[in-house]
């Protein structure tokens, strides 16, 4: 092609005329582009819009319009999404590195002023309450107040980012879920810059992998690392190849008795038994006409677990009611509709199907109640078979338990008999518990923690009503929740207490323990807060196996809380059926759920709502108006948020005594000028792991431990261990962060047997001690190190601090079996090499032990393949093949510079 697209065309919405960049324009010289998925033909008006012949050529549009959808992906394009959207946990990071780059930008010689974001970035204080208070009236108080005192230097440098940078708005803590609020206020769907009489849709990238939700409303988005977010906050398009796109045909409707989070469970195990890692995938099908725009986003939301980038729903009749009931004005879904059937990009019954890479179908008349556990969420368990799963998860652990027992008996029989109190637990699993004056019996299985929470399912009113009702109709029979329960309600915005609230469903919530604990993901983010200590005590004393059920969409290994090993995901529903249960170890369909005031059985398909009930509810109590009350001064915050002393100035005073937020180290010694790629040779590894490690085995987000370097290093520092809060809330302190890196308690390094947690053996002495001061000791030889790892390394949240403190910990590569998509590009932004293993090809399987030391052959710009010389003790050598993962030139440039952010910074200077 040597000429541009003539894509500029007209549409009129309502009385107002718009300038559009026109599918069609493409379409009449590739017809084949009429039929791209919906997805793609957003990415080519993307394309259109930002052709400039460098970073977007007609090359690039012509090669989507000619999209091969069985092809291996291989072609790159650049993608400049129209806004960006954080939580704070990865938020406060964000802006700290931002601020961290104005002094470096000054170290330069470059205008600071450059460091700003160029289009709307907007942040949702979402991450940080606890539910350290639950099942009173005073929880949503007591837990905001403690919230605000341990984090109000984390908001008042927020606060400073938010008057220091252009376009960048916070929204206050104790408003809602990020992804919520997203869903029901930020998104345009379509943008209309009046200015420019311009429209365009609405597309973003956001710093939080469920990112992901707002496509059930049309917007194309996902989830990247902050490092990648901040490059787009500062103009920088996002480098990625054109996806395969599965197309997922959804026909008829969902069953009495069935919620959208079976749905979605459903959905997940399909996908993720497909494979759609790296891919979009994009519903479609007439079934979408029945299907509720709350329940198109509790599906989107689980992107990252059935492991697409995206899980998108096209613009149609239901995303314009919802619109409307959500308080967007009649001016922007006029827009928004008119744009969309000007585009082609509108939905109608019986139009013909998109050209899709391959096809999944599901009659969501088929679908089962499920759970999903007890480790990750795409582990489906139909209800009817949770009692056997649970037996069968469990085994293993009484056996274990068990040998612990006759072993600790043969040894006090040594030592000439005796009884130690508590030394060992009972191999039965039973502790006897006193609390709140009642006594009781713990026992495996026991559900501790019954949580509902987080943006899946606290967005969807059919299954908040659902469980409210279910919750009445509890109270109504006398059942009530079991004494070891923690019980919690975290609603995703405040419109859900209004609902509730209108629909006189509160106090039944209540009546069970399902007091409001705050607006935020508490329990699904590790927020979970501590267990009562006689409950706690005794699950740790008698070593039991106990479960936490939640309506989450994580539920990894030590996530949830450290003495919970089951954690299952569910319905807001069952979420309740389980706190009155009080045990997984029961079969839901047949049992039981406890004695009404007559002593008469309940089961709980006599307290279970019927679908019937759950609209009429929803339609008698949901109103417009409560959205737009809720959100009509949404930036404004409480009284203590409008108080703070806030930091003034455009370059940040950093206070060399705080323990939240320090200067990062990145840029120290930076120069204008580009290094060589770097050679890597004689490395050790710092830990040799499994399949499956998340994100929050890598850094975890949760409470910090005494012992623990992290906790060592704030003692230090004068914080008291009750004022530790949390990993997630000190992502601002790099020192903090680099010693939690592979401090989760459930990490098991196989260089360390017999050990959970963050323990190592140094090389080649083999002295055992944590990972982070055997990293301290390699740095100071200035050994580099590398981490080998199993399938699917980095699943999980799109954490940046698990790519940041691998690099400060002095990792040079990465060499896993298979990467997942965020965490692989984010360890590329920081400047960590990606190895891929060959196929067939393992650490096992090529018997490295990780004591070995590593050299990195032929790693050289866009090599696709290195060589690894693993040299051990004696001196023998074995040699294997690598792939490299570093998938785009775009990215040889970032790993060439040591980092995407070190790139941008280059790049600014040079331009002044």
């Known amino acids: 092609m040597t000429d541009s697209f003539n894509a500029r065309a007209q549409f009129q919405a309502g009385d107002r005329q718009f300038d559009y960049y026109s599918l069609k324009a493409v379409e009449e010289q590739f017809p084949q582009a009429a039929r791209l998925p919906y997805s793609l033909k957003i990415l080519l008006e993307n394309l259109l819009r930002h052709e400039d012949g460098d970073n977007v050529t007609k090359d690039d549009i012509q090669a989507l319009a000619n999209w091969d959808a069985k092809a291996e992906p291989n072609t790159e394009i650049a993608f400049t999404p129209a806004r960006v959207v954080l939580q704070d946990f990865t938020g406060v990071p964000a802006v700290v590195d931002l601020a961290a780059m104005r002094d470096a930008m000054k170290d330069l010689g470059g205008d600071p002023e450059k460091i700003n974001p160029l289009s709307p970035a907007e942040l949702v204080i979402d991450h940080s309450v606890m539910v350290d208070e639950y099942g009173s009236n005073n929880a949503f108080d007591l837990n905001a107040k403690l919230e605000f005192n341990r984090n109000k230097e984390r908001y008042a440098f927020l606060r400073w980012g938010q008057g220091a940078f252009d376009n960048f708005k916070v929204v206050p803590p104790d408003t809602g879920i ?19 009489g311009l429209a365009y849709p609405d597309t973003l990238v956001g710093t939080d992998s469920h990112t992901t939700m707002i496509n059930g409303v049309g917007v194309l988005g996902w989830g990247v690392g902050g490092i990648e977010a901040e490059a787009a906050m500062l103009g920088q398009p996002i480098s990625m190849l054109i996806p395969q796109v599965i197309g997922f045909k959804l026909t008829g409707k969902l069953a009495e008795g069935t919620t959208a ?62 619109m409307e009931l959500t308080g967007r004005g009649a001016e922007q879904r006029e827009l928004t509709e008119a744009y969309a059937k000007a585009q082609g990009l509108w939905r109608h019954d019986g139009q013909p199907d998109p050209v899709y890479t391959d096809v999944l179908e599901l009659d969501m008349s088929t679908v089962q109640p499920s759970l999903a556990g007890p480790r990750r969420p795409q582990d489906r368990v139909l209800l009817k078979d949770m009692q056997a799963t649970y037996r069968k998860e469990v085994e293993p652990f009484i056996e274990q338990r068990r040998d612990n027992e006759s072993s600790e008996e043969q040894r006090l029989e040594g030592e000439g008999g005796g009884t130690a109190v508590g030394a060992h637990p009972d191999a039965d699993g039973t502790a006897q518990v006193e609390y709140k004056g009642e006594s009781f019996e713990l026992k495996d299985g026991a559900v501790v923690i019954a949580a509902i929470t987080s943006c899946t399912n606290t967005s969807n009113p059919a299954v908040m009503i659902g469980a409210g009702l279910l919750a009445r109709n509890a109270a109504a029979k006398g059942l009530d929740v079991k004494p070891w329960v923690k019980t919690s309600l975290a609603p995703g915005s405040k419109v859900v207490t209004d609902y509730l609230n209108e629909a006189e469903l509160t106090d039944d919530l209540e009546a069970l323990g399902f007091h409001l604990v705050g607006y935020g993901c508490t329990t699904c983010i590790g927020n979970s807060g501590p267990l009562p200590e006689p409950i706690s005590n005794a699950i740790n004393e008698h070593q039991l196996n106990v479960a936490s059920v939640l309506s989450g969409n994580r539920n990894f290994e030590g996530r949830v809380h450290g003495d919970v090993r089951m954690n299952f995901l569910a319905s807001p529903p069952l979420v309740v059926a389980y706190a ?24 709980l398909k006599d307290i279970w709502p019927s679908q019937k009930e759950i609209y009429d509810t929803i339609g008698s109590s949901l109103t417009s108006d409560m959205f737009t009350k809720s959100y009509g001064d949404v930036f404004e915050g409480d009284e203590r948020w409008r108080k703070l002393d806030v930091p003034e100035g455009e370059i940040y005073q950093w206070d060399e005594t705080s323990t939240y937020v320090q200067n990062p180290p990145y840029f120290e010694g930076m120069s204008v000028d580009v290094a060589d790629i770097p050679k890597i040779e004689g490395a050790r590894c710092l830990a040799l792991l499994g399949d499956s490690i998340t994100t929050d085995h890598i850094s975890p987000a949760g409470p910090i431990k005494e012992d623990s370097p992290a906790g060592k290093y704030l ?50 002495s083999g002295d055992q001690m944590f990972i982070y001061d055997a990293a ?59 190895l891929q293993f060959q196929d067939g090809d393992s650490a096992e399987g090529l018997g490295l032990t990780g004591t070995e030391s590593f050299s990195i052959e032929g790693l050289t710009a866009g090599a696709d393949k290195v060589t690894v010389k693993a040299t051990v003790e004696d001196g023998a050598t074995k040699e294997f093949q690598a792939k490299v993962r570093i998938d785009t030139p775009k990215e040889w440039e970032y790993y ?10 280059r790049q600014l200077a040079k331009a002044a």
């Not at 206020?185 to 379509?190: D, F, I, K, M, T």
């Not at 759609?276 to 198109?296: Q, S, T």
């Not at 520092?717 to 949390?726: E, I, Y």
């Not at 980092?899 to 910074?905: D, M, P, T």
């Open 580 to 603: 009155l249960a009080g045990t997984v170890d029961i079969d839901l369909n047949n049992d039981p759920i406890g004695r009404d005031k007559d002593g008469n059985d309940v089961y």
């Open 261 to 322: 989070t079976d749905l979605v469970l459903t959905v997940t195990e399909m996908l993720r038994k497909k494979g759609v890692v790296g891919k979009f995938v994009e519903f479609f099908g007439d079934g979408l006409a029945d299907l509720p725009l709350a329940d198109r986003a509790t599906i989107a939301n689980m992107a990252p677990e059935y492991g697409a980038t995206c899980g998108i729903f096209p613009v149609d009749d239901e995303t314009i009611r919802y």
């Open 776 to 834: 301290m000791k390699y740095k100071e030889s200035g050994t580099p190190l590398v981490i080998l790892a199993g399938k699917e390394y980095g699943t999980g949240s799109s954490r940046d601090w698990a790519a940041k403190g691998t690099k400060l910990l002095g990792v040079e590569a990465v060499i896993a079996e298979s990467f997942e998509r965020i965490h692989r590009s984010n360890l590329v932004g920081m400047g960590v090499l990606p």
């Open 896 to 905: 060439q510079n040591g980092g995407i952010l070190h790139y941008v910074l």
């Open 178 to 196: 990020v992804h919520q609020v997203n869903l029901e206020y930020l998104a345009r769907v379509v943008f209309g810059d009046e200015d420019k």
């Open 715 to 764: 003692m230090e520092q004068g914080v008291k261990p009750a004022d530790f809060n949390s990993y997630g809330s000190r992502r601002g302190n790099h020192e903090v962060m680099m010693r939690g890196t592979f401090a989760n308690v459930r990490l098991r390094n196989k260089l360390a047997p017999g050990t959970e947690g963050g323990w190592t053996r140094m090389q080649p």
